[in-house]
């Protein structure tokens, strides 16, 4: 059984996630900062009307990116009950890979990327890792102290 994964680039590392997440994908959106908001938040986009908070996938990740925030692709995912902004460098194909390619995410990741992989595919000349936003997201809400969230109304707070 085949499952389709959107690539996405951080530098050089290439990442993806599952297409039936993926709502839509904009270039050059323009967000508003939230004085307070943690590092990994950029701000918060108006898509047609709607709130949407805007991760930087280098910071989340502990990846260091290519681009200028301004140049960044935001790739519009839902997470349970809600939409997110994923900032990335850029967008690369959608793949259908097969589970025989599938791995779980060794235990040697650092902590910060065990929390936002659910695995990756081994290709013939590279490794895909698979990100699940919505792991993420559950592991920076229940932090301690910490009020990341995925409602743009209860960054700031």
Do not use: W
Not at 84 to 109: Q, R, W, Y
């Amino acid at each position: 059984m085949n499952a389709s994964y959107l690539t996405f680039f951080i530098g050089k590392n290439q990442f993806c996630i599952p297409t039936e997440r993926v709502v839509e994908m904009n270039r050059n959106t323009d967000y508003t900062t939230v004085p307070g908001a943690p590092a990994e938040i950029k701000g918060i986009l108006n898509l047609r009307g709607k709130l949407i908070v805007a991760f930087d996938m280098g910071i989340l990740l502990g990846v260091q990116g290519d681009r200028k925030l301004s140049e960044a692709v935001s790739i519009i995912v839902d997470v349970d009950s809600s939409q997110i902004s994923l900032l990335v460098d850029g967008v690369g194909d959608i793949l259908s890979l097969s589970a025989s390619t599938f791995e779980k995410p060794p235990n040697n990741f650092p902590m910060h990327i065990r929390n936002a992989v659910i695995g990756a595919h081994k290709l013939a000349d590279s490794l895909l890792v698979v990100i699940d936003p919505n792991l993420f997201i559950k592991h920076l809400m229940g932090g301690a102290g910490n009020s990341i969230s995925a409602d743009p109304m209860l960054i700031a707070t």
